[in-house]
């Protein structure tokens, strides 16, 4: 097994953040305190803090660290805020999240992945944070609307009935576009008029698919 990064690795990941433009200081200390090396695959362990995307088990990947130090800058968290997010995975993203607001709900359709990323989570003390085998185009046994959405998979288009989950003022990132190309994370805010659409940065994703996964 590898050794946990060095301090140095940590330092350049931080400062590669920055560079790029993160600049939310409470998102920098949070990637900062969550140790990534848990969520990538053993022999990847020595390039975790590396700005790359990285494979996991069941074809998906853990995305590289700046899409997510962005992704959850752009949410604008708040401590009060319940979030959902579609596409658990590794667990990475929930786990930052987690640190920055009251609630998690992750859905992932791969069984495999959940009951992993659940374990994880449960290690690191992120305790309000439910991991939730399902379909995120169909979220029936969610109950209650959220603050904050997040997709961490690619899709051709927002389901309407997941910006309906929106609490007003809410905020949802996702990558829109086609699942093998380049896709557009777009921001919506949810007004009192209707739901305001802002494109902000191109982004690879893999394909969010329906359905609960029948393999792995």
Same mark, same amino acid.
């Given at each position: ?21 993160? /600049? ?18 053993p ?8 700005? /790359? ?9 853990? /995305? ?20 959902l997010?579609?596409?658990?995975? /590794? ?28 374990t ?8 309000n ?88």
């Open positions: 097994m590898s050794a946990a990064p060095n301090p140095p690795e940590k330092m350049m990941f931080q400062l590669a953040l920055r560079r790029r433009g993160i /600049s939310d200081l409470t998102v920098l200390r949070t990637m900062e305190e969550i140790p990534r090396e848990m969520f990538v695959e022999a990847d362990r020595d390039n975790a803090y590396r700005d /790359s995307a990285l494979g996991i088990a069941c074809g998906q990947t853990i /995305s590289q660290p700046f899409v997510v130090a962005y992704m959850t800058e752009q949410l604008r968290l708040q401590k009060p805020h319940r979030v997010e579609i596409g658990t995975g /590794s667990g990475y993203q929930a786990a930052i999240l987690s640190r920055l607001c009251r609630d998690v709900l992750t859905v992932e359709r791969y069984r495999t992945l959940a009951d992993t990323a659940r994880r989570l449960k290690k690191l003390g992120c305790d944070v439910e991991v939730m085998l399902g379909d995120g185009f169909d979220l029936v046994t969610v109950t209650g609307t959220f603050d904050r959405v997040i997709v961490t998979a690619a899709m051709e288009q927002i389901p309407e009935a997941l910006m309906d989950r929106l609490e007003p003022g809410g905020i949802l990132i996702a990558p829109v576009g086609p699942h093998h190309g380049t896709q557009t994370l777009i921001r919506v805010i949810r007004t009192d008029t209707g739901f305001e659409r802002k494109e902000l940065v191109d982004v690879r994703f893999v394909p969010a698919l329906p359905g609960i996964a029948r393999e792995l």
